[in-house]
């Protein structure tokens, strides 16, 4: 992964638990000068073990770490260099998950090195909208889980995300159910 997702996570931490638990988590993952170059790739391996680190030092499951960490992605991508690749277009949330695959088309225009995930969405018009999500990472399906209720929170609109298949159990991928409350799917 490029630094610029370990580096979000150092500023997480750094914002909501501050230096002495950063260090902490950068012994335990055994990354003892931890900071990162944004455009520099890094082995998966590092932002694993620094998901494990955080989860060991905060006494949270891994899963609740990378959801946590999805849903403060959201903001946190913005004020980077790449923030302005981020919403290109994109109005309402349907938009903005519709355009997943696209913008991460704009990203990799900047990190040729990226190995982005893919979305496929299926509109509904009963409102059951499913959100496909195909990584060749495993274990990152909660990181999504947040990063959606981020830009459902940013577009102002709720959503309920049910995880109807998981890859971790034996799917081929994830499969997500996405429930917009009623009218907000127009929400800016």
Not at 3 to 23: K, M, P, Q, S, Y
Not at 88 to 109: S, Y
Request: glycine share 8%; net charge negative; charged share 25%.
């Amino acid at each position: 992964m490029y630094g610029l997702v370990n580096n979000g996570i150092r500023t997480f931490i750094l914002d909501a638990h501050g230096e002495e638990t950063w260090a902490i988590i950068c012994e335990k993952a055994s990354l003892p000068n931890a900071e990162f170059e944004n455009m520099t790739a890094y082995d998966d391996a590092d932002t694993y073990a620094i998901v494990s680190a955080v989860s060991e030092t905060l006494d949270l499951p891994a899963d609740e770490v990378l959801r946590v960490f999805g849903h403060y992605w959201v903001g946190f991508s913005k004020s980077t260099a790449i923030g302005k690749l981020i919403d290109h277009g994109a109005e309402t949330f349907i938009d903005r998950i519709r355009g997943l695959d696209e913008m991460h088309e704009r990203v990799q225009m900047t990190m040729p090195h990226l190995d982005p995930p893919s979305f496929e969405f299926e509109e509904s018009d009963d409102g059951n909208h499913r959100l496909h999500y195909i990584s060749g990472r495993e274990g990152l399906a909660p990181m999504v889980v947040g990063l959606i209720q981020g830009m459902a929170e940013e577009c102002g609109v709720s959503v309920d995300i049910s995880h109807r298949e998981c890859r971790s159990r034996g799917a081929e991928h994830d499969i997500f159910e996405l429930r917009i409350e009623s009218g907000a799917a127009s929400a800016a």
